[in-house]
């Protein structure tokens, strides 16, 4: 098996609305304190290959997905299908849909992303290595509640 990473930077310019907290806020960016990433892993097993890239979103819309999709086939040859695109649902994020109430998304910056998107799932398809998976599981009480 062969695993390989990759990582982009999709820190939006201060000011644009941010999704979250309850509807018709009105939040914008005041600074940035930590970056947003789009984090990739690509897996490779026995000549077949998948990505997963997680982005610091609140979530995409359809069209987004289908851009990096097909930016990242037509770089790499992957079927446009093995390419899942998910988010951390992190709430101090760009609005990036059409989510009414919600945040406006910032145009700009929607015309940027699924490229940023597919920096990080090109990077993880070029840096596949020979690798083992395994798993673990642990227990870890008192850290959160819901």
Request: aromatic share 6%; with cysteine; proline share 5%.
């Amino acid at each position: 098996m062969k695993i390989g990473f990759g990582k982009s930077d999709i820190t939006p310019r201060v000011g644009v609305q941010l999704a979250g907290f309850g509807p018709f806020r009105n939040r914008h960016s005041n600074g940035i304190r930590d970056n947003l990433w789009a984090r990739a892993i690509a897996f490779e097993h026995e000549e077949q290959k998948v990505v997963i890239v997680s982005c610091d979103l609140t979530g995409v819309v359809i069209n987004i997905t289908e851009t990096v999709r097909e930016i990242v086939s037509r770089e790499t040859g992957i079927f446009s299908g093995a390419i899942m695109v998910t988010c951390t649902h992190t709430h101090s994020a760009p609005a990036t849909g059409t989510y009414i109430g919600w945040g406006e998304a910032d145009p700009p910056y929607l015309e940027v992303l699924p490229d940023r998107i597919a920096k990080a799932c090109i990077d993880a398809l070029k840096g596949l290595e020979e690798a083992e998976l395994s798993h673990a599981e642990v227990p870890c009480e008192g850290i959160g509640v819901n």
